[in-house]
């Protein structure tokens, strides 16, 4: 019996297994797009005393458009930052947390607001780390009236939750993002229950005096003092009957339906822009998933195809001279070598082509709804208050009259204020 051995040489063969490796690279990219667990945020179980429910004032929050790359739309397109639809969101998250804040119960008046407001329980301030349809970042700030800090800055992150991109239902029933907004508001629940009865009140009362003292230095002189730890004290309290305290609740009242008013334009802005918004996150989420899938597949066959057109071209000769099967064998091995690995090389750039069609795709989507972004205006009490970049030089032109109607109600005249009453042990 003979046996016939065939040789097949080793070269050919660890070519063979890098032309394997570059298509099997073409289909390797595989993401976990399973929905995320649900965060909710926690609900209040019993009816908080008035004395102690604190109101909570969201700012506008900062668009995140790096100053150094601020005017270059290509440098801003790569790190998917488009600069109208984050100004935009600057007014849109601050109400999603508005919303998740006001269904916790946990809380007063909750409202979006101009920077320039500030006497409120509770201040918060936030910055956009990172906003597309595959994940949001923001970095939070709280404080309460005394100067008192909750959250330091605090950056909260997620993935979208996918579930929220299956239909159109969903996406109204569900922020993509939800979790984010319920893990704030839950830090902010931790960090008021953190502090006792008495601090909460104290609270309450120092926003009280502090808009007195904005709005009448020299007459609510004195009530207010910093502690060692920079914080905001009571000193003492105005007498219950101090008719000075009663014009000014009157006026704050007033102030108080101006920011309602500016509060009901900012969730009407977002009303308006939901449906468009949310369709935006979910196309441009599955515009990015494809650039991302594209490149992780353009590299894989670039580098492979690469590497496997080298080794064709240097894949040294392992036959007898006299053994031309073998040389037939060899040639044709490392001829489809090159040929496959330049069809990988090509298919990477094809890929690479097609990832730069799908970012060109998220761009055109936010141009598309950055047309539909426009200013608007309301009208407060016979005033026409521009919502926009101006929004801010508009509230403190109210403040100001505030500090007129004040002095037209007292008609000029600098009143003493009475002996105030010592502040109680629990205020």
Same mark, same amino acid.
């Given at each position: 019996?003979?046996?016939?051995?065939?040789?097949?040489?080793?070269?050919?063969?660890?070519?063979?297994g890098?032309?394997?490796?570059?298509?099997?690279?073409?289909?390797?990219?595989?993401?976990?797009?399973r929905?995320?667990?649900?965060?909710?945020?926690?609900?209040?179980?019993?009816?908080?005393?008035?004395?102690?429910l604190?109101?909570?004032?969201?700012? /506008?929050? /900062?668009p995140?458009i790096?100053?150094e790359?601020?005017?270059?739309?290509?440098?801003?397109?790569?790190?998917?930052?488009?600069?109208?639809v984050?100004?935009?969101?600057?007014?849109?998250?601050?109400?999603?947390?508005? %919303?998740t804040? /006001?269904?916790?119960?946990?809380?007063?008046?909750?409202?979006?607001v101009?920077?320039?407001?500030?006497?409120?329980?509770?201040v918060?301030?936030?910055?956009?780390?990172?906003?597309?349809?595959?994940?949001?970042?923001?970095?939070?700030?709280?404080?309460?009236?005394?100067?008192?800090?909750?959250?330091?800055?605090?950056?909260y992150?997620?993935?979208?939750?996918?579930?929220?991109?299956?239909?159109?239902?969903?996406?109204?029933?569900?922020?993509?993002?939800?979790?984010?907004?319920?893990?704030?508001?839950?830090d902010?629940?931790a960090?008021?229950?953190?502090?006792?009865?008495?601090?909460?009140?104290?609270?309450?009362?120092?926003?009280?005096?502090?808009f007195?003292?904005?709005?009448?230095?020299?007459?609510?002189?004195?009530?207010?003092q910093k502690d060692?730890?920079?914080?905001?004290?009571?000193?003492r309290?105005?007498?219950?009957?101090?008719?000075?305290?009663?014009?000014?609740?009157?006026?704050?009242?007033?102030?108080?339906?101006?920011?309602?008013t500016?509060?009901?334009?900012?969730?009407?802005?977002?009303?308006?822009?939901?449906?468009?918004?949310?369709?935006?996150?979910?196309? %441009?989420?599955?515009?990015?998933?494809?650039?991302d899938?594209?490149?992780?597949?353009?590299?894989?066959?670039?580098v492979?195809?690469a590497?496997?057109?080298?080794?064709?071209?240097?894949?040294?000769?392992?036959?007898?001279?006299?053994?031309?099967?073998?040389?037939?064998?060899e040639?044709?091995?490392?001829?489809?070598?090159?040929?496959?690995?330049?069809?990988?090389?090509?298919?990477?750039?094809?890929?690479?082509?097609?990832?730069?069609?799908?970012?060109?795709?998220?761009?055109?989507?936010?141009?598309?709804?950055?047309? /539909?972004?426009?200013?608007?205006?309301?009208?407060?009490?016979?005033?026409?208050?521009?919502l926009?970049?101006?929004?801010?030089?508009?509230?403190?032109?109210?403040?100001?009259?505030?500090?007129e109607?004040?002095r037209?109600?007292?008609?000029?005249?600098?009143?003493?204020?009475?002996a105030?009453?010592?502040v109680?042990?629990?205020?």
């Amino acid at each position: 019996m003979t046996t016939i051995q065939f040789r097949i040489p080793r070269a050919p063969l660890a070519l063979c297994g890098l032309l394997a490796a570059s298509l099997l690279a073409s289909g390797c990219v595989v993401k976990d797009t399973r929905p995320l667990p649900k965060v909710g945020a926690v609900q209040a179980t019993q009816q908080i005393p008035d004395n102690e429910l604190l109101d909570v004032a969201i700012h /506008e929050f /900062e668009p995140g458009i790096p100053k150094e790359i601020a005017g270059d739309e290509d440098a801003l397109a790569k790190r998917r930052i488009y600069p109208d639809v984050r100004k935009a969101e600057a007014r849109m998250l601050p109400a999603t947390l508005r %919303s998740t804040l /006001e269904s916790s119960g946990q809380w007063g008046a909750v409202r979006v607001v101009p920077q320039s407001v500030q006497f409120v329980d509770v201040v918060v301030t936030g910055r956009i780390v990172i906003s597309s349809g595959t994940d949001l970042a923001l970095a939070i700030t709280a404080r309460d009236s005394t100067g008192r800090v909750w959250l330091d800055d605090k950056v909260y992150k997620s993935p979208a939750d996918i579930g929220s991109y299956k239909t159109e239902a969903a996406l109204k029933a569900r922020d993509p993002f939800q979790n984010v907004y319920s893990l704030i508001a839950n830090d902010l629940v931790a960090a008021r229950n953190r502090l006792p009865p008495a601090d909460l009140r104290e609270v309450r009362r120092v926003t009280e005096l502090r808009f007195a003292q904005d709005l009448a230095p020299e007459a609510f002189a004195g009530y207010l003092q910093k502690d060692a730890q920079g914080l905001t004290r009571l000193a003492r309290l105005p007498a219950d009957d101090d008719p000075l305290l009663a014009r000014v609740a009157k006026i704050r009242e007033r102030d108080a339906s101006v920011i309602d008013t500016v509060d009901g334009y900012n969730g009407n802005f977002t009303d308006r822009l939901r449906d468009s918004y949310g369709g935006w996150r979910r196309t %441009s989420y599955d515009a990015i998933e494809k650039e991302d899938r594209t490149r992780s597949q353009a590299r894989a066959r670039t580098v492979l195809g690469a590497a496997a057109v080298l080794a064709s071209i240097l894949v040294s000769g392992n036959c007898p001279p006299n053994d031309f099967n073998c040389q037939r064998l060899e040639s044709a091995a490392r001829t489809a070598g090159a040929i496959s690995g330049t069809a990988a090389v090509l298919s990477g750039i094809k890929k690479f082509s097609d990832a730069k069609v799908a970012a060109q795709e998220v761009n055109e989507l936010a141009t598309s709804f950055q047309n /539909e972004v426009a200013p608007q205006v309301v009208e407060l009490e016979g005033r026409t208050l521009r919502l926009t970049g101006t929004a801010e030089e508009q509230y403190r032109e109210w403040r100001r009259l505030l500090g007129e109607i004040y002095r037209e109600e007292s008609g000029g005249i600098s009143v003493a204020p009475p002996a105030p009453a010592v502040v109680p042990a629990n205020p």
